[in-house]
């Protein structure tokens, strides 16, 4: 199975100050078909993953425009402009391009 | 809007046996592919298992493999994971998510395995 590695475990962010999370696949997460599997969830408390970008940068629908995915090959990258007090939560990177999907570990995004 | 809610989770005994639901609406569901992600208490996201679109294909993560078993009835919209032989290890926050590369996921039911 692909591991996906997820850093930092936890980040304490200023309000207004940017926040970067990283996510490194084991292998290539190029499909055959040209495209790169990876999406970024957001999990804020109590509540279930909501997707913010799939296909490594592609914003999905009522996503703040502060949210930005980048990446290529096996380095994945989200990040975040300026956080706002409704980020806080865990973020989780999936890759879809080798059965089975698989998650990183998750970053927890916290005010300081 | 896209729904997806689950129900059937609660508490068992080690060796018991459940039956999830996921009731869909707001899109074709019998076009899409569904899976099962797990969520431990305090812990990160597990893929369990997943169905095409007319059920001819399932896949299995080792850990549930042989126990639980997918399946779909696209005239009622609804996916299921009969859970079998169930184990401690099993506990967990359960959710259907659609789409073979997950976009929408349902806020989730909890399987409570304990004696």
């Known amino acids: 199975d692909v591991v996906m590695t997820q850093s930092p475990l936890s980040l304490p962010v200023t309000l207004g100050q940017p926040a970067s999370i990283s996510c490194r696949s084991s292998q290539s997460l190029v499909h055959s078909d040209g495209n790169t599997y990876l999406n970024w969830f957001q999990q804020r408390p109590g509540q279930s993953p909501r997707r913010l970008i799939y296909?490594?940068?592609n914003r999905d629908s009522g996503v703040p425009d502060r949210f930005s995915g980048s990446g290529s090959g096996t380095d994945f990258t989200l990040r975040i402009s300026r956080v706002e007090a409704e980020d806080v939560g865990v973020y989780y990177c999936m890759q879809g391009t080798h059965w089975p999907l698989t998650f990183g570990g998750g970053t927890r995004v916290e005010i300081k | 809007e896209v729904r997806l809610v689950e129900s059937g989770g609660g508490l068992v005994q080690p060796g018991g046996s459940l039956r999830l639901s996921c009731a869909a609406s707001?899109?074709?569901?019998?076009?899409?592919?569904m899976q099962w992600v797990r969520q431990a208490p305090g812990k990160g996201l597990v893929w369990v298992s997943r169905?095409?679109?007319?059920?001819?294909?399932?896949a299995y993560a080792d850990s549930v493999q042989g126990r639980f078993t997918i399946s779909r009835d696209n005239a009622k919209n609804t996916l299921y994971l009969q859970m079998n032989s169930l184990r401690v290890e099993d506990t967990a926050v359960y959710y259907c998510a659609r789409g073979g590369v997950i976009d929408y996921w349902g806020q989730g039911t909890l399987v409570t395995v304990s004696s």
């Open positions: 296909k490594v940068s």
């Open positions: 707001g899109f074709t569901f019998s076009t899409s592919w």
């Open positions: 169905i095409n679109s007319d059920g001819s294909s399932t």
